[in-house]
């Protein structure tokens, strides 16, 4: 099955920072966010063996600034927003483990610590995340 | 003399000095603004977006210094008239900024210059840029001779033009693309295409024809040293070199 892995920085995320920064500069009410490269290959029915393989080969992981997480959806949570390239020109796999997919993942917290609702991710995907001439924007369903 | 030229640097562009050289040498008068100058930019007649990578490519190329105070005086500077050279990473600034194709609205952008394809690698390749509109279209390409050969190196891992199909049917109708790739002897096919652009875009300009966005580097085939039919005299600026277009530039701003 396919399987979402985020891959994230446990050392301070520069992107993020720069992110907050001008999103803030552009009225977007965001306290702060974390950002991930969430990437979906097949679990080849073994996400154990998935996530070694990841780990001992340093294309999209390095164990010295790298958190890897393993997702349970292929949809974006509360307060995430998933940027995905229009096209993938992109591929690689790992042995078996073929990727499918690839977006970026943003999750933007408020000044109470708490997601930000879904109207706030919507402005900030318009006025900084996404360029809709190469990127789509995805949000958690509205009733979800 | 023209009128004052401003080289915008934001942090992480690292094609600053060469960009104000050639411009001096093709009689401009121009100078480095740097971002924390960004209140002086009322003063200049024109700007130019150089080269490199400003906020090290933060979120998208050119993203986030589209939204940078410097640019809330180029966007002004623009709507005014005032000719505005992005080059490089200051194409994919001035695109992020939605200034070309200036199909949409400020800051709001209908296109990008992307990922290389069919590999997203970097490409480090001379090239010819094809001037592909009448040269009267743009002021900047005013002084060029129809159909005019720019050499350049193109040096990127993002300068392929993406858009919608919609949107690049409104960049051919509106006649937005200003240069597309060609080999030595002017022809255009896909081979001269270096990085899989969209239309075999290099260059394009906005409606009112005072934005120009291209993504090779003339500066880099400038003078005699670095054109790579190299002559003696190495300070000259080769008569074949990529200076024609910033002498069409500067004759602009004057």
Known sequence: MRRGVAISLKIPDNTAYTAL??????????????????????????????????????????????????????????GELWIEPLCHPERFDYAQHRLHRRVT???????????????????????????????????????? | M????????FPGTNSEDETVRLLRDCGGDAELVHWSEAQHLAEYDAFVLSGGFAYEDRVRAGAIAAHDRMMDHVVAAAAKGKPVFGICNGAQILLEAGLVPGTGPTRKPTAA?????????????????????????????????????????????????????EHLDEIVAGDHLAFVYAHPDGRVDAAAIPNGSALG?????????NVLAIMPHPERDGWNFNHLERREGNDALAPSGGASIFRSFVQAVA
Not at chain 1, 116 to 130: D, Y
């Open chain 2, 113 to 165: 210059f992307t990922k290389n394809a069919p590999e997203p690698h970097f490409v480090c390749r001379h090239v010819h840029l094809k001037l592909a509109v009448e040269p009267s279209r743009s002021a900047i390409t005013a002084a060029l001779p129809p159909g005019t050969l720019v050499p350049a190196w193109a040096a990127h891992v993002e300068g392929r033009l993406a858009a919608t199909q």
């Open chain 2, 2 to 9: 023209s009128g004052r030229i401003a080289v915008l640097v």
């Open chain 2, 201 to 209: 875009c290099a260059g394009l300009v906005n409606r009112a024809g």
């Open chain 1, 105 to 144: 993942g943003w999750r933007l917290y408020d000044a109470k610590n708490r997601p930000v609702g879904h109207s706030v991710l919507a402005v900030a995907a318009e006025r900084l995340l996404c360029n809709p001439a190469i990127d789509r924007p995805i949000m958690e369903d509205r009733a979800g």
């Open chain 1, 21 to 78: 920064v001008a999103l803030r500069r552009l009225d977007v009410a965001v306290e702060h966010i974390e950002r991930s490269d969430i990437y979906f290959f097949d679990d080849g029915g073994d996400v154990e063996m998935l996530k070694q393989r990841i780990e001992s080969d340093e294309r999209i992981f390095n164990p010295n600034k790298h958190r890897l997480a393993i997702l349970d959806s292929e949809k974006p949570g509360p």
